[in-house]
């Protein structure tokens, strides 16, 4: 069977005509990705299996759970914690991944994890079908598409949501006829995972008059009595490893400084991204962490590498970039722009240390193993300026 991407709602008759055959749907419990197996349930199909991949979620696997078996739907939750910490964000913080340098990516890591848990679901059960909820106006869309046909998914794949829109009220409406009232009372759309808290559309439709809802936020709310305090992160070979002297797997690190820096009111980001037509959407998010560990790494980048290898590998970032947003995480440019991003970080060894207070943060010291800064301006002006002089001073006779 050669792979066919499915873009409507009324594709989804075709796929229930056989209701024993398995439907593989991707599932994060919010209110798009419940609608679609309402609407799967309600063509006939009888063999659903909704995937939920828990990357450090907002959602409880309870609340998944309830929807499920309302639908009697089979929930299938995958821990894809680690996987994505090791395979996903290390990566990604390697090439200091920022868009356009308004925000660090965040779904853009996400959505070929998902996919791959996906097509390895499908190929287990026998499916030919894998749905995901995706519309015109979110990345999404193609990056779950790309990552899919990246994957070679042999059998259909998309989001119905591509060509059928379905207003929010009416899907609020329809899911709460079918018992399911606990999705009607959202404001905004939101994607979290270990990494990042991502709240787009709703009442932050509009740039030009977006105030966020402080209850909105977690990791960074900001605590008025909180001390300043320092904390240092360290590295090895560009990876980050531990805080405040404490080795950590990449999953607590990443977890220990959301709310250690984020608790000073620090790591909050809006920007405006481009969708695949060209028109751009605002996205909200709050990432304490990756805020610290970018700037750190960068500093380390910074002590240990030469300036043109540094200019370089800046050009590279947003290639890299370009092709994980683009949909093309599995392709071969981002593959090779990643070879070389790690060439870079074999030297960045090292620590920074930092102090925080509420809405700000300096740097208390660098420092780096293999160093190609000065300690001493002065010492070394004497000892640059007397190699100078030496190498260009006449040999006397006596001495030959």
Known sequence: MTSQVLRSFGELDAIARDPSAPVVTLFSGGLDSSYLLHRLVRAGARNIHAVSVDLGEDESSEHKQRIADLLGIRLHLVDGRQEFAEDFVRPAIAAHAVYLD????????????????????????????VLHTANRSQNTLRRLNGALELLGFAGHYGSPYDLDPVDRHQKMRELKEAGLEQLSGRLVSGDSNLWCREFESGILDDPEDHAVPEELYRWSALRPAEAPETVEVAFEAGRPVAVD??????????DTLNHLVGAHGLGRYSGLEHLGHGPKVLEIREMPAAWLLLRSRRHLETATLSAELLREKMHQEQLWVREALEGRW???????????????????????R??????????????????RYLRDREAWEHQSVAAERAAFTPIRPQER
């Open 245 to 254: 002297g404490r080795r950590l797997s990449l999953t607590e690190l990443i």
């Open 330 to 352: 599995f392709g071969e440019l981002r593959a090779a722009s990643q070879a070389f991003v790690e060439v870079c970080s074999a030297r960045v060894t090292g620590s920074v």
């Open 354 to 371: 930092w102090r925080l207070s509420a809405g700000s943060a300096e740097t208390r010291a660098i420092v780096a193993d293999r160093p």
């Open 102 to 129: 308004t925000h660090p990516v965040s779904s853009t890591l996400s959505r070929p994890l998902i996919a791959k848990v996906a097509v390895r679901t499908a190929h287990e059960l026998g499916a030919t079908t």
